[in-house]
């Protein structure tokens, strides 16, 4: 196989189709240099992309830095948190097992996990592996309980059963990373192996996956690992990372765009490495099969939606899925504190493509859109551009909703009460929230959250107060104290979440 090295990127020219650039090839000069425009655009710190087409890596390159701070550079082999990326890492995980007849796609969880619990005893016995991996469960989105950094995936799963449904069970849709942690814990009682182990063993070395982790506390014993950034008063930092080990089969899984690759290769090959099949036919075809129905786009959709307007939008087995020029695109986004990430393929095309970055933004989805429409010869799209103008119009929208809210503060209030009646823990009656401990320091209200999340609370008005979090990448968040007939604060709420005073 002939191969040239255009720019520091890997080129392969056997495996490109006809009808494009010169001698019948896509550009892929230009593409380079649109990546890195796009990447200055954009303004992001460092970026990586990989092509897969018809079995062939055609394209890989990074462009940028891994940290700012040490102008350290990236390259194919740097590590990024791949975030839901894993996603679809635990549902192939799950096949091998459904091929080796240890589990059943439409098996009730409870045969795996007899001790799993759901808010309603009905959807206890009648969830199965499927549901958990489908988002229809019923659910409104939980991300609280591994958020916040100190909630184990055992403790994770056993609080699921105090979730209250918001819609009828399989009626709808609404992304639960929570329901994913318990997939891992199926691949576990299943298999007999830890998640992690089991991704190790049977996904990252077959594939050749060696600089492929499954935990932040792993990735951080690598060295040429990404930073995460973000922006503190207009200025690009290195920022902290998300504490995702809650729902590791879920988002966890750091690795690099040449690992990536070889992870897309293996999808567009059905399931195989070298010729030699990971999973069956039948399987692979399972995981892409549609199974919940997403609402269609509006004008008030994320901008790749507006711009690539689906006929139809559903997800499969760890893949969100729509129409894109007459063809099904399958494909999946990864977004955690400064780290994002895209996985898209047109596998009827054999065209594959693997886009991350350590800071957030919505590159992803133009870079992805930009390689599709080279690799089928539609008409040249300036998709990088028409979404980043989308992007800071629904950002100067959101800006002016921020600006109004401040306008609406109430100036020259106090606290109802001496600071030091505010102190105290608070916890959830539903034990879903984990309980906040408000302690008064010299004269200052600390919050604190979790082990993670620790901050000064400054006061807005009336009872209501700010919390300015230590980490600086974290922003605000805004409370409320309720103020019982004892003269003191009795209850605090959380955006819709109301805590009681914790009696001693």
């Known amino acids: 196989m002939l191969k040239r090295l255009v720019a520091g990127c890997i080129v392969s020219l056997t495996a490109l189709p006809l009808g494009a650039q010169g001698n019948g090839h896509p550009d892929l000069r230009a593409l380079d240099a649109y990546f890195a425009k796009a990447a200055k655009d954009w303004d992001v710190p460092g970026l990586a992309v990989a092509i897969v087409y018809r079995g062939q890596l055609v394209f890989a390159k990074a462009y940028g830095v891994r940290d ?37 796609w439409d098996d009730p969880v409870t045969k795996y996990l007899p001790s799993f619990e759901m808010y309603d005893p009905w959807a206890t016995r009648e969830v199965t592996v499927r549901d958990l991996i489908t988002h229809r469960a019923g659910l409104p989105n939980a991300d609280y309980l591994w958020s916040h950094g100190d909630n184990s995936r055992e403790e994770v799963i056993r609080r699921i059963r105090f979730i209250k449904p918001t819609y009828s069970f399989r009626a709808g849709y609404v992304y ?10 199926v691949i576990e009682a299943a298999s007999g192996k830890t998640w992690d182990e089991f991704l190790r063993t049977r996904i990252f070395q077959p594939l050749g996956m060696t600089r492929s982790v499954t935990t932040l506390e792993e990735a951080k014993t690598k060295d040429n690992r990404a930073e995460p950034h973000g922006r503190q008063n207009d200025t690009l930092r290195v920022s902290g990372n998300s504490f995702s080990n809650g729902i590791a089969p879920a988002g966890s899984v750091w690795s690099s765009v040449a690992d990536m690759s070889r992870w897309v290769k293996f999808l567009l090959d059905t399931g195989k490495v070298n010729g030699k099949p990971l999973l069956t036919q039948q399987t692979w075809a399972e995981l892409f099969k549609p199974v919940t129905i997403l609402p269609p786009w509006t004008e008030r959709s994320a901008p790749q939606l507006r711009m690539s307007k689906p006929h139809f939008r559903s997800y499969a087995l760890g893949w969100f899925q729509q ?57 040249p799209r300036d998709w990088s551009g028409e979404m980043l103008a989308l992007q800071r119009a629904d950002d100067a929208r959101d800006d002016s909703v921020s600006a109004r809210q401040q306008n609406q503060r109430v100036e020259g209030t106090k606290p109802s009460l001496p600071l030091e009646r505010y102190a105290g823990t608070f916890a959830d ?55 019982g007939p004892n003269a003191s604060a009795d209850r605090l709420d959380v955006g819709n979440v109301e805590l009681r005073r914790a009696r001693r």
Do not use: C
């Open 176 to 185: 639960h990373n929570v329901m994913y942690t318990v997939a891992g814990a």
């Open 429 to 483: 009656p539903d034990s879903l929230y984990p309980p906040i401990t408000i302690t008064n320091e010299n004269g200052t209200l600390r919050y604190r959250l979790s082990s993670m999340m620790v901050g000064t609370l400054e006061h807005w008005q009336f009872d209501t107060f700010r919390v300015v979090w230590d980490d600086w990448w974290r922003g605000r968040s805004t409370i409320t104290f309720g103020v």
């Open 68 to 104: 700012v701070s040490t102008k350290a550079p990236v390259d194919t082999q740097t590590i990024f948190a791949i975030a839901s990326n894993t996603k679809a890492i635990t549902t192939a995980a799950l096949g091998m097992l459904v091929d080796e007849g240890k589990v059943r």
């Open 323 to 379: 129409d894109y020029l007459g063809r099904q695109v399958d494909f999946h986004t990864g977004s955690l504190t400064g780290m994002i990430a895209i996985n898209g393929m047109i596998r009827e095309e054999g065209i594959g493509v693997y886009v991350i970055s350590n800071t957030s933004t919505e590159i992803r989805h133009p870079l992805m859109f930009k390689v599709f429409d080279t690799f089928l010869g539609a008409p």
